[in-house]
């Protein structure tokens, strides 16, 4: 059974930086795409960046392209997200989760999740 744990989340200005981060633990990931996905209340979850088993591929929502950067280091079992130019409609729970589904962008696709760390982002 895989557990992952997000860490990184807090309370920033509009346009600041944060880093994500999600260790996994029960057994590697590395041969599992993985997701972060984030959540507001009322709402349901929202895609907001994937990537493959090796690293190779990765695939972004159109509102965080070019602001966020995914990456995992497999040694480690662990995935990032880096998130730059942050907005106040950024503001969510954010979620690391695992999949056997090469390329899943629906939360359905995702097997294994965290408990999800709080990123606010303040006008």
């Known amino acids: 059974q895989v557990q992952l744990v997000e860490s990184g989340g807090g309370l920033v200005q509009a346009g600041a930086s944060l880093k994500l981060s999600c260790a996994a633990t029960?057994?590697?990931?590395?041969?599992?795409?993985m997701g972060w996905f984030r959540q507001i209340p009322v709402k349901e979850q929202e895609f907001v960046a994937g990537?493959?088993?090796?690293?190779?591929?990765?695939y972004y929502a159109d509102s965080v392209k070019g602001r966020f950067t995914i990456s995992r280091d497999n040694a480690k079992d662990t995935v990032n997200l880096q998130m730059n130019g942050l907005k106040p409609e950024d503001t969510a729970v954010y979620y690391c989760?695992?999949?056997?589904?090469?390329?899943?962008?629906?939360?359905?696709?995702?097997?294994?999740w965290g408990q999800g760390t709080q990123v606010t982002v303040s006008a």
């Open positions: 989760a695992a999949s056997w589904v090469p390329g899943a962008k629906s939360p359905q696709g995702y097997a294994y």
């Open positions: 029960g057994r590697t990931v590395s041969n599992l795409a």
């Open positions: 990537i493959s088993e090796t690293g190779d591929f990765t």
